[in-house]
Nanobody, 116 residues
Framework: QVRLVEFGGGSVQPGGSLRLSCEGF????????MTWVRQAPGKGLEWVSG????????RYAESVKGRFTISRANARNTVDLQMNSLEPEDTAVYYC?????????WGKGTLVTVSS
């Protein structure tokens, strides 16, 4: 079964850090572009970051650039999102996403709460 599972959400104070991980199952993970997307309470989906299949190219939303770092470990079928200098505006459910053979595959999401 093709699926993505996120790990690592939680609560943190402003200025703190969290690391999210996403593991892929049931497909050739190393061949696919991987994306992190988030949804803040009461808002729509926001694209956060993406990484190409071999990890050589990354992209970031302006709102997280310089604070978040995406990386992947194809040997473990994982993609990570290191989040530093977190702000209350980063509070959201974070989803891992991939388009696998034309099918949109989403994880169930992991909640990140940034609050003092």
């Amino acid at each position: 079964q093709v699926r993505l599972v996120e790990f690592g959400g939680g609560s943190v104070q402003p200025g703190g850090s969290l690391r999210l991980s996403c593991e892929g199952f049931g497909f050739a993970f190393p061949q696919y572009y991987m994306t992190w997307v988030r949804q803040a309470p009461g808002k729509g989906l926001e694209w956060v970051s993406g990484i190409n299949s071999d990890g050589s190219k990354t992209r970031y939303a302006e709102s997280v650039k310089g604070r978040f770092t995406i990386s992947r470990a194809n040997a473990r079928n994982t993609v990570d999102l290191q989040m530093n200098s977190l702000e209350p505006e980063d509070t959201a459910v974070y989803y891992c996403y991939a388009n696998v053979g034309g099918a949109n595959v989403w994880g169930k999401g992991t909640l990140v709460t940034v609050s003092s």
